[in-house]
């Protein structure tokens, strides 16, 4: 999918026009599709969501750090109160609190907002694969297999060909020499289920570092759904991606490891990667907007999405309401330098990963490092967090960054 300009708005009478078109049905879109069906002086806005699969499955799981309950709460299957973070010769548990750590199935969001939209009769589907978005003089154009289509404003999260080729094809490389810092945080999780207990329901393990590195930043995750049931997974930051036996054999080596001769079975798998990466994959032009990891609202140190993408949803649709100009910018200048900081010394090995994050937990309370990695820490809390590296490591990456800017 390509972005270019057009000169001209449509003068087919034939082309259907919009008020919005929200290209790629996932978090992102779905998310800016809930926030504006909530709008009540938007609710006459006809939208049309185009993706070129509507047919959803579980294939998402959203984990994410919360002081209060939103919208969503009905949807969180799990919580925890309690993490840990294990290391070599290390291992330190942390009560969150304020903050709970929850979990969202991708399915169970995906159907409450699709069944959400069916309420309104001005929400129109359509799947098609996009082709290509080009502004207008006062609006934006859609182009699909099949047609075209036209609107007002288009918001987009469908990634452009060179990317989407990388994540089809599984050839998971650097996208363009230019594009740095740059990692793929990439992960195949297991759900299993033992026959006996063996988990501790109330504490997810945030970081286990006891696994192969790989020359990378890796790690396991372990989120336990009950005393028999987890979600597993294999985690790294790396420029290349495992082969996908690769990430079978690791998990199946930390569970005879950690939880020898027991018998389980696994009832669910999920496979993904995410760029980390600071770099704007589309540069779309008037009245058409990235969003989601296309609009740089995944935190890229460390991956996560969820709470980026909602709060980049809520402020579009704020905009929307108040009719000013669209900025889709959910990171703040402070923050995009400590992720550009964090990335460079990860991907060129300045530090192990294992040891930065070790640090980090080892002499810093989990809420403060909750705080920093949800981007709501203050200046001092920043610095305590940063004082937790060594300073011949983080000042000449600071530098480095600063110079590069």
């Known amino acids: ?43 006459d806005k006809k939208i049309l969501v185009i993706d ?19 919208s969503f709460e009905h949807l969180v299957k799990n919580s925890w109160d309690k993490i840990s973070i294990l290391a070599p010769s290390f291992q330190k548990e942390l009560t969150t609190a304020p903050f709970t750590y929850k979990m969202i199935q991708g399915l169970d969001y995906y159907q409450f907002i699709i069944e959400n939209a069916k309420q309104s009769n001005n929400v129109s589907w359509l ?21 075209q289509v036209y609107a007002s404003k288009v918001f987009t999260s469908i990634l452009p060909f060179q990317m989407h080729d990388l994540l089809s094809a599984q050839k998971y490389s650097l996208p363009h020499p230019n594009i740095q810092p740059f990692l793929w945080q990439h992960f195949k999780g297991k759900v299993v289920r033992f026959e006996k207990s063996v988990f501790k329901p109330n ?28 979600l597993v997974e294999y985690t790294l930051f790396s420029e290349t991606i495992l082969a996908n036996t690769e990430y079978d054999e690791v998990i199946a080596a930390y569970l005879s490891k950690n939880y020898p001769d027991q018998s389980f079975e696994i009832i669910h798998e999920e496979k993904g990667a995410i760029p980390m990466t600071q770099f704007e994959f589309a540069s779309p032009s008037e009245n058409i907007y990235a969003i989601g990891a296309l609009g740089a609202a995944i935190k890229a140190s460390t991956g996560y999405a969820f709470q980026f ?29 400590y992720d550009a900081v964090l990335l460079y010394i990860l991907q060129h090995r300045k530090m192990q990963g294992a040891v930065i994050f070790k640090k980090i937990f080892e002499k810093n309370e989990a809420a403060t490092v909750f705080k920093f990695l949800s981007n709501t820490s203050t200046f001092w809390e920043d610095i305590q967090i940063m004082r937790s590296l060594p300073t011949n490591i ?5 530098l480095h960054v600063l110079l590069r800017r």
């Open 52 to 70: 070129q699969n509507l047919e959803k499955s579980n294939d998402r799981t959203w984990c994410f750090w919360e002081t209060e309950t939103s």
């Open 1 to 43: 999918m390509n972005y270019k300009k057009m000169d001209n708005q449509p003068t087919d009478s034939s082309i259907t026009s919009y008020d919005y078109i929200i290209a790629g049905a996932g978090c992102a879109g779905l998310s800016i599709l809930y926030q504006i069906l909530q709008a009540p002086t938007l609710q």
């Open 309 to 337: 993408i909602q709060q980049q949803s809520k402020q579009i649709v704020h905009q929307l309401v108040k009719n000013k100009d669209i900025s889709t910018k959910v990171h703040t200048s402070r923050h995009q330098f």
């Open 203 to 230: 504490i997810a393990r945030l970081m286990d570092f006891n696994v192969p590195q790989k020359e990378a930043t890796a790690f396991m995750y372990l989120l336990p759904l009950n005393e028999k049931e987890a």
């Open 127 to 147: 799947q098609a694969k996009v082709l290509q978005i080009g502004s207008s003089t006062n609006g934006a154009i859609v182009q699909y297999e099949g047609g």
């Open 394 to 398: 983080f000042l000449p990456a600071a």
